[in-house]
């Protein structure tokens, strides 16, 4: 079960938000500047609600150690690539904070 919730986590991880720009654009009367940004905060928040779910799982023991840190680190380097080494930081020591039983999956920082 573990490893099927996994897999499922790795593939819906990689699959990134799209937008159609012309069609938020008209509707929202923003610039395509504005679009962009608010598509990147959107994949961030779902690739940090990924790692609290993850954590959670971790925590309640339905997850293997290494499951975890191999999901995590997915996750955490996907954040990295997209966001910049500041932002994946503050990802992991909020991560840290917020779910103390995890810290053993966490990458040290």
């Not at 500047?33 to 925590?59: H, K, P, V």
Request: net charge neutral.
């Amino acid at each position: 079960m573990s490893h099927l919730l996994l897999l499922m986590h790795l593939i819906l991880v990689t699959m990134p938000v799209a937008a159609n720009p012309k069609e938020n654009i008209k509707t929202n009367n923003g610039s395509e500047t504005e679009l962009t940004r608010e598509t990147e905060m959107i994949n961030l928040g779902r690739n940090i609600g990924w790692i609290d779910a993850t954590c959670s799982w971790f925590g309640w023991g339905h997850l293997s150690l290494e499951n975890a840190s191999t999901s995590i680190s997915v996750i955490g380097e996907a954040i990295q690539k997209a966001h910049g080494s500041d932002t994946y930081s503050w990802v992991i020591e909020r991560t840290a904070k917020k779910y103390p039983k995890c810290k053993p999956a966490l990458p040290k920082l």
